[in-house]
């Protein structure tokens, strides 16, 4: 009986959690005499386990393009998609969902496409937000991916009464409840790409079967 309850120990140690428990915002100021950075992620919690190079190289008109090198052909078949990559200027922010946090090490998704996550160690430019906190501490702009995937209710519940709403790509996220993400209109954004929705105040499902359905546009840290 007790080798029994061992086995099943080791079982439930060994499963993975499904789904993320927030988001990891990473800034990126680029080396003023190479104009380029260099992120490095990690197949395990080991500085010494196969890395994955990602280099940003930055132009002088503000342009960012991305390079990949490996130490392993294991880590190589992906894309890097995290869940935004932003321009702000002097900065480029990332956001990449995370997956779990251990110590100072962070586990997240590198390429929304295929799930492939990855390992990054903390440093002074990264921040962990769960998911409300994200919300609540930043001025977000968000888009639905594909428009035949948006749903837009009153309560954040698939039975409840839908919101008619013509445009996609201007909202505010507030507030988190499940797969289910509590959003308000933008108007500047809106206003600014010659577009309006009215006043929406609703739950949009923002993910499902673990998969986004949004995308964040712009972004703006509260103070």
């Not at 503000?62 to 321009?87: C, E, M, R, W, Y």
């Not at 509590?182 to 949009?204: D, V």
Request: positive net charge; glycine residues 6%; aromatic residues 12%.
């Amino acid at each position: 009986m007790k080798n029994r309850i061992i086995f099943v120990l080791l079982i439930l140690c060994s499963i993975k959690v499904f789904g993320d428990i927030g988001v990891v915002r990473l800034a990126i100021y680029p080396d003023n005499s190479s104009g380029t950075q260099t992120l490095n992620f990690y197949a395990n919690r080991d500085t010494l386990s196969s890395k994955t190079k990602i280099d940003l190289f930055f132009s002088n008109h503000g342009g960012i393009q991305l390079g990949k090198s490996f130490d392993s052909i294991v880590t190589s078949h992906f894309v890097f998609a995290p869940l935004s990559i932003l321009n702000k200027g002097q900065m480029v922010l990332i956001h990449f969902r995370c997956l779990n946090k251990i110590d100072n090490w962070y586990e997240i998704i590198i390429d929304e496409n295929s799930g492939k996550s990855l390992w990054i160690i903390s440093n002074k430019d990264l921040k962990f937000y769960d998911w409300n906190s994200f919300f609540k501490n930043n001025l977000a702009a968000i888009a639905v991916i594909k428009n035949d995937s948006i749903i837009i209710k009153k309560m954040p519940n698939q039975l409840s009464e839908n919101i008619d709403c013509k445009i996609r790509n201007c909202f505010l996220g507030k507030k988190v409840k499940g797969d289910w993400l509590y959003i308000k209109s933008y108007t500047e954004f809106c206003y600014m790409n010659g577009e309006y929705n009215g006043n929406i105040k609703a739950w949009l499902k923002y993910k499902e079967n673990d998969k986004m359905l949004i995308k964040i546009t712009d972004i703006s840290e509260l103070k």
